[in-house]
C-alpha cells in the first residue's frame, strides 16, 4: 500500500470516529444533560390542565356596602372544538339548544362568533376570548333542563353545564354604578399572549372596565389547577397537580352607596327636565369629591347600562345599543371621558389670571351689552348690558364682557398678532396652574386629558389643518361653504397659528378651543374649595383579604397648588357664594339651609346632530358646601342640556339635600349622610361571602351535579 493510500485510509477513519464522538456526545446531552427539560415536555404532551377560576373580591362602598360581589350560577357552554367538526358546524345543534332554553337563535349564534370571524360593523355581543375556552350563552340555566342537555350528549355534541360563580352588581338603593365599577369579560388572544404582562388561563374571566379592571390584579386571586395525565385516547390515568383556587380580595372604595344613588337619580333628573324643556339632553355627568383629600364619593354618567347584563350575555340589539347615537352612547363614561368647553365656570380661572395682570378684584368695571373685537360684536349673555359693578357681582351674575375687555386688553400688550418674544399669557398660565389639559389621573381607564387651547396647541392645530382651510372650496362639502365659514376658512389659512383677539376674549368666558371633563371641573373647584391644593381624585381606599387583613392602603396624592394667593382664593370663596344669594343661581338655592357656592355655566356649542338639528347649549353648574367650611366639591354638566342653572343647578341641590339631610328648607341631622361632617376614615369591616350551597341543583340531585362538573 502506497503512501498515498494510507493516508486516505486514516482522513476516513479520523472522520469515522469523530462522527462517532458526536453521535455519542449528542446522546449524552439529550439523555443526560437535558434529560429534565424534555422528559417535562414529554409529560406535557400526555398532561391537561383543568384551571378552576377563583371567586373575585368584592368591591364594596365606604361603609362595608357590596357594590360587586360573587354568587353561584349555573352556565350552559358551548366548546366551538366540537360543534366546529359536525357537518353543519352545529347549525342543528344551536337551533335545538335555543328552542329549549328559550333564547333567540342569532342571539346565540353571535355570542359564540369569535370577534375576528365577524365583519368590523356586526361584532355587537361577538366572543372576545378564545375558541379552546367553553363560550357560555346564558349563566342562568334552569337546573332541570341543565340535566336534561346533559345526560344527552349525544343530541347536544359539544354542549355542557357547570356551576360557576358569576360576577353580580346588586344595585342596592337603585344603583347602577356601571361607569365606575365596570364590568368582567372572557380572555382575548391578546390577554393570552401576555400583552399585559400577566399570566391567565383561558377560562378565566378578567376585568374590562372601572373599577373591575384597574385593581384586576387584586380582585381576580389565583385560579386552582388540576392536572391530568392522559394516555393516547385522552383517558385519565393519573393526576399529577391538585391546587385549590384562592379567592381575590376585596376593595374597598371611597364611594358611598347612598350619595351614589342619589347623584344617578338627580342626573337622571336633570337629563329628563331638559328634555322636557325642548333640549336633546343626550347625556350627562355628576361628580362628588372629597375636598380635603380627592377621594371621590360618588360618580355618574348618563345614559347608563347594567353590568349584569354582561354576565347574562349581551343580545345583538343590546350590544348595539351600547354604542348607538341615538341611546346616548351609554358605553361612554362622560364624567371621565367627555370634553365640553367649560362656559362661565372657567371665570374662576379668568379670577387669578386678571389678579395676576394687576387688576384689582375689590373695584368695579364697565359691562356693556357688547365689546368690538376686530370686525366682530362679542355679546354679554342676552345682550343685556349691566353698568358698572364689582368684580364680584360680575362673577354673580356672570357678566361676560368684563372679561371679553381684560382679555383683550392683555392679548394686545402681549404684541396681538405679533406677540412679544415673552409674553405674560396670564390667562393661559392661570389655566395651566389649575392644571386644564392634563389628566386629573382618577384610578380609572381612558380619562380623556381635555385640551388647553394656548399658542402651542395653535400651532401645532394649523399645522395639521392648514391644507383644508387654504383649499377651503374643493374639499368643504357645499353644506359647509357658507359666508361665515369661508371667511373663517380664510381666516384660518392666513394666520391660523395665532391667537387672535376672538380667541383671547373667547378663552376668558370657557369658550372656544378649550375643553375639559367634569370630573376635571370638580378637581378645579375642589382646589379652590380646599385653599388652593390639587388632589388627584382617588377611589380606592384599601385592598382587604378574604380574613379581613389590610393588604394595601391608597393614601391621597397632592398634585399641586393653582398658583394664586389667599386673597384670590377669599374673593372666589365670597364670589361664588354670591352667585347662590343673589346671582344666576339664586332661584335654585333660595332659602337653602346650607350657605353654598358654585358657578352656573350656559358652553354654546357648534354643529349639528346625526339628524340635521343644530346642537343645543351645554349645561353646567360647578360649586362647593359648605360655603365658609367646605368639604364636598360638586359638579353636573347635561350634554345639549340648556341653562346652567336650570338643568344642573338643580339637580345639583338634590345631591346637597341628601348629603346634609335636607328636607324641604330644614336640616334633619339624623338624615345627613355623614353625621358628623366628614365622610368616614376608618375601614369597615367586609362580612366574608358565603359559601355556595353542596348542589345549586337540589339535595336529591347531588350525584347528577357531581356528573355535570366532572372534568
Known amino acids: 500500500m502506497n503512501q498515498r493510500s494510507r493516508l486516505s485510509l486514516l482522513v476516513i477513519q479520523i472522520f469515522f470516529v469523530s462522527l462517532m464522538v458526536a453521535l455519542l456526545g449528542r446522546l449524552f446531552y439529550l439523555q443526560v444533560a437535558a434529560g429534565p427539560t424534555y422528559r417535562d415536555a414529554a409529560l406535557s404532551i400526555q398532561s391537561r390542565d383543568v384551571a378552576t377560576p377563583a371567586n373575585r373580591g368584592f368591591i364594596v362602598d365606604s361603609s362595608g356596602v357590596p357594590l360587586a360581589l360573587s354568587k353561584v350560577a349555573l352556565a350552559i357552554t358551548v366548546d366551538r372544538t366540537v360543534i366546529d367538526k359536525l357537518p353543519d358546524e352545529g347549525v342543528a345543534v344551536l337551533r335545538k339548544l335555543v328552542k329549549l332554553l328559550g333564547l333567540q337563535y342569532s342571539d346565540v349564534w353571535q355570542r359564540t362568533r369569535l370577534c375576528g370571524e365577524l365583519p368590523k360593523g356586526v361584532r355587537a355581543g361577538c366572543w372576545t376570548g378564545s375558541r379552546f375556552q367553553p363560550i357560555p350563552i346564558t349563566k342562568s340555566a334552569d337546573p332541570a333542563l341543565a340535566l336534561r342537555i346533559v345526560e344527552r350528549s349525544d343530541r347536544y355534541p359539544g354542549i355542557s353545564a357547570t356551576p360557576v360563580a358569576i360576577r353580580s352588581y346588586p344595585q342596592t338603593l337603585g344603583v347602577t354604578g356601571s361607569h365606575v365599577l365596570g364590568y368582567v369579560g372572557p380572555l382575548t388572544e391578546a390577554d393570552l399572549a401576555g400583552a399585559n404582562g400577566r399570566t391567565y388561563f383561558r377560562s378565566e374571566f378578567i376585568g374590562k372596565t372601572g373599577l373591575e379592571i384597574e385593581y384586576d390584579e387584586y380582585l381576580r386571586g389565583v385560579p386552582g389547577i388540576k392536572t391530568f395525565i392522559v394516555d393516547r385516547k385522552e383517558a385519565v390515568t393519573n393526576t399529577s397537580q391538585d391546587t385549590k383556587p384562592i379567592a381575590g380580595n376585596h376593595l374597598v372604595t371611597s364611594l358611598d352607596v347612598r350619595l351614589q344613588a342619589a347623584s344617578e337619580k338627580a342626573l337622571e333628573g336633570a337629563v329628563k327636565r331638559a328634555r322636557s324643556m325642548g333640549y336633546r339632553a343626550d347625556g350627562g355627568a355628576a361628580v ?26 349581551l343580545t345583538i340589539k343590546e350590544a348595539q345599543a351600547l354604542y348607538s347615537e341615538d341611546n346616548g352612547v351609554p358605553a361612554l363614561n362622560r364624567a371621565l371621558q367627555g370634553l365640553y368647553a367649560p362656559a362661565s365656570t372657567f371665570k374662576a380661572v379668568s379670577v387669578v389670571a386678571s389678579k395676576a395682570a394687576g387688576y384689582d378684584l375689590n373695584k368695579s368695571y364697565s359691562c356693556p351689552s357688547e365689546v368690538q373685537v376686530g370686525t366682530r360684536a362679542f355679546q354679554n349673555f342676552e345682550s343685556k348690558a349691566q353698568g358698572t359693578i364689582s368684580m364680584k357681582k360680575a362673577i354673580a351674575i356672570s357678566c361676560d364682557t368684563i372679561w371679553y375687555q381684560i382679555a383683550y386688553d392683555e392679548w394686545v400688550r402681549d404684541g396681538g398678532l405679533r406677540p412679544k418674544s415673552n409674553p405674560n399669557d396670564h390667562f393661559f398660565n392661570a389655566a395651566k396652574g389649575f392644571q386644564v389639559g392634563v389628566r386629573t389621573g382618577v384610578d380609572l381607564p381612558s380619562e380623556s386629558a381635555g385640551r388647553l387651547a394656548d399658542r402651542e396647541y395653535k400651532k401645532t392645530w394649523y399645522e395639521q389643518n392648514k391644507a383644508f382651510y387654504c383649499n377651503y372650496r374643493d374639499r368643504a362639502t357645499k353644506a359647509q361653504q357658507t359666508p361665515f365659514l369661508l371667511q373663517l376658512a380664510q381666516e384660518n389659512c392666513v394666520d391660523g397659528d395665532k391667537i387672535r383677539g376672538g380667541d383671547a376674549v373667547n378663552f ?32 380606592a381606599k384599601a385592598v382587604v383579604s378574604q380574613q379581613g387583613e389590610v393588604i394595601q392602603t391608597f393614601e391621597p396624592i397632592e398634585l399641586g397648588d393653582i398658583s394664586a394667593d389667599s386673597q384670590t382664593i377669599a374673593f372666589l370663596h365670597d364670589a361664588l357664594q354670591e352667585v347662590t344669594l343673589s346671582g344666576t343661581s339664586a332661584g335654585i338655592f333660595s332659602r337653602f339651609p346650607v350657605p353654598t357656592a358654585g358657578k352656573t355655566g350656559t358652553a354654546q356649542v357648534f354643529g349639528r346632530n346625526s339628524n340635521g338639528t343644530q346642537k343645543a347649549d351645554t349645561s353646567w353648574y360647578a360649586s362647593f358646601a359648605p360655603a365658609k367650611k367646605p368639604r364636598y366639591a360638586v359638579v353636573m354638566m347635561v350634554s345639549q342640556g340648556g341653562f346652567g342653572a336650570s338643568t344642573s343647578g338643580v339637580g345639583v341641590r338634590e345631591i346637597y339635600e341628601t348629603l346634609f339631610g335636607v328636607q324641604g328648607n330644614i336640616v334633619k341631622p339624623e338624615l345627613a349622610l355623614f353625621p358628623k361632617g366628614k365622610p368616614p376614615i376608618k375601614l369597615p369591616r367586609i362580612s366574608p361571602a358565603k359559601k355556595p350551597a353542596a348542589s345549586i341543583l337540589n339535595p336529591e340531585k347531588a350525584k347528577k351535579e357531581i356528573a355535570v362538573t366532572k372534568p
Open 288 to 313: 362628588v369629591l372629597d375636598v380635603r383629600n380627592g377621594q371621590v364619593l360618588a360618580l355618574a354618567s348618563y345614559p347608563s347600562f347594567d353590568p349584569n347584563a354582561f354576565e347574562r350575555g
Open 508 to 539: 376668558s368666558i370657557g369658550q372656544g378651543d378649550t375643553v375639559i371633563t367634569p370630573i376635571k371641573l370638580a378637581q378645579m373647584y375642589a382646589a379652590i374649595a380646599n385653599g388652593g391644593t390639587i388632589w388627584q381624585p382617588t377611589i
